[in-house]
Nanobody, 121 residues
Framework: QVQLVDSGGGWVQAGESLTLSCKAS????????MGWYRQAPGKQRELVTR???????EYADSVKGRFTFSRGGTRNTVYLRMSSLKPEDTAVYYC???????????????WGQGTQVTVSS
């Protein structure tokens, strides 16, 4: 069974930085896309950033130049470095990945449990 565990959220003041982590574990044969989404109160979940299987990384316009997606030493761990945080970045952040559990299996979408980021002005 595949599990995504995301962590690193917290409370910061505007202009400060935070780094979120996400680790995928369990039966993993291949990982296609990994990324981060966020959901603010009363709003729909939106894409923040994702790394495609080609290696290309996409960012939402609202975070370009401030957020950086990176992979850890193993393919199963990714990070989101968030700098120059703004109050409008306040949301629950979710790790997301498309994973094939075993050879010949389709890819399925998995989500972390979410980690709260609160930015005060």
């Amino acid at each position: 069974q595949v599990q995504l565990v995301d962590s690193g959220g917290g409370w910061v003041q505007a202009g400060e930085s935070l780094t979120l982590s996400c680790k995928a574990s369990g039966s993993i044969f291949a990982i296609n896309t990994m990324g981060w989404y966020r959901q603010a109160p009363g709003k729909q979940r939106e894409l923040v950033t994702r790394m495609l299987s080609s290696g290309r990384t996409e960012y939402a316009d609202s975070v370009k130049g401030r957020f950086t997606f990176s992979r850890g030493g193993t393919r199963n761990t990714v990070y989101l470095r968030m700098s120059s945080l703004k109050p409008e970045d306040t949301a629950v952040y979710y790790c997301n990945a498309d994973i094939s559990p075993d050879s010949g299996s389709s890819f399925f979408t998995y989500w972390g449990q979410g980690t709260q980021v609160t930015v005060s002005s």
